[in-house]
């Protein structure tokens, strides 16, 4: 069993920006970040291969958010600029047993605790 601690996140103005890291505890392999606004479905914002070469992003995102990792530490990192309110929800980090990139929720096998992000106009 594959635990995630994910750290970051808080409340930032319009135009911040802001920094998550997500610790493994044991291998992981394809990782993802995710988010889910009150009422919405959770979605992905950036998703990584194992080896790092590969990412994936939604357009909204593109430009804006930057996924990486250090295998090295087991440690998946999602840097976000150029915030937007609507960017407000609680991302999760998120791992499986896949080796390239993932977008989709229900092929994530592990799960981190959630971290709030709020986005103030």
């Known amino acids: 069993q594959v635990q995630l601690v994910e750290s970051g996140g808080g409340l930032v103005q319009a135009g911040g920006s802001l920094r998550f890291s997500c610790v493994a505890s044991?291998?992981?392999?394809?990782m993802g970040w995710f988010r889910q606004a009150p009422g919405k479905e959770r979605e992905v914002v950036a998703a990584?291969?194992?080896?790092?070469?590969?990412?994936y992003y939604p357009d909204s995102m593109k430009g804006r958010f930057t996924i990486s990792r250090d295998n090295a530490k087991n440690t998946v990192f999602l840097q976000m600029n150029s915030l937007k309110p609507e960017d407000t929800a609680v991302y999760y980090c998120?791992?499986?047993?896949?080796?390239?990139?993932?977008?989709?929720?229900?092929?994530?096998?592990?799960w981190g605790q959630g971290t709030q992000v709020t986005v103030s106009s």
């Open positions: 990584i291969s194992w080896s790092g070469g590969t990412a």
């Open positions: 044991g291998r992981t392999y394809a």
């Open positions: 998120a791992a499986t047993n896949r080796l390239g990139v993932v977008v989709l929720t229900a092929n994530y096998a592990y």
